[in-house]
């Protein structure tokens, strides 16, 4: 099996990859949304999930690959309390055929995130 490394654009200096396609499967590393693209700080959960998704979609259309191929979601939220209005937005983005889930209530590495997400997605590589 061949594997790919997807790393994106100012990213090169983490000791991680983006993303890793091993075969037919997408593995994303956990993305945070605490800033936008513009480096500005985002700060309330909605709009940290928001973000979270949006930089999940960039690393996903990297690997040729899109939120609709996205066969598992693992979600990290520092406050239950947050829960439902990660939902809300969540609900947005994966709209039919909804990937498997797990949430886990946890400290995170950066004392900023709200919110960390990972993801494996399944699309079949194509063979000429």
Do not use: W
């Not at 000791?15 to 890793?20: E, H, L, M, Q, T």
């Not at 396609?21 to 997408?26: K, L, S, T």
């Not at 609709?68 to 239950?80: E, L, Q, R, Y």
């Amino acid at each position: 099996m061949v594997k790919e490394v997807i790393i994106m654009p100012n990213t090169d200096e983490h000791p991680f990859s983006s993303a890793v396609r091993a075969g037919d499967y997408i593995f994303l590393s956990g993305s945070g949304g605490f800033v936008d693209k513009d480096g500005r700080e985002v700060k309330e959960i909605k709009a940290q999930t928001r973000q979270c998704l949006e930089n999940i979609k960039q690393v996903l259309e990297a690997a040729g690959s899109s939120l609709s191929d996205v066969v598992k979601v693992t979600a990290f939220i520092t406050n239950i309390d947050d829960f439902a209005q990660m939902n809300e937005i969540y609900k947005g983005y994966f709209t039919k055929d909804r990937p498997a889930r797990s949430t886990v209530v946890t400290g995170l590495v950066n004392p900023d995130m709200l919110i960390e997400v990972e993801c494996v997605a399944y699309k079949p590589q194509v063979t000429l």
